[in-house]
């Protein structure tokens, strides 16, 4: 019995992580779409782009 509830918590807690992630990654990238077009103003490049989203998330 010990080992079918270690496996029902293992695959709950995949499942619940693999969740996190996508939304993370589904939250990152529209936050990173909205950031394009600020892009081409003085000082802002791409890699600011980037680290200004990662750093919101």
Same mark, same amino acid.
């Given at each position: =019995?010990?080992?079918?509830?270690?496996?029902?918590?293992?695959?709950?807690?995949?499942?619940? *992580?693999? +969740?996190?992630? &996508?939304? @993370?990654?589904? =939250?990152?990238?529209?936050?990173?779409?909205?950031?394009?077009?600020?892009?081409?103003?003085? *000082?802002? +490049?791409?890699? &600011?782009? @980037?680290?200004?989203?990662?750093?919101?998330?």
């Amino acid at each position: =019995m010990r080992t079918v509830r270690r496996l029902v918590y293992r695959e709950v807690l995949m499942a619940v *992580g693999f +969740t996190t992630l &996508a939304f @993370l990654a589904l =939250m990152f990238f529209f936050d990173f779409v909205d950031q394009l077009g600020r892009i081409g103003r003085p *000082g802002y +490049t791409l890699s &600011a782009a @980037l680290l200004s989203t990662a750093l919101e998330c």
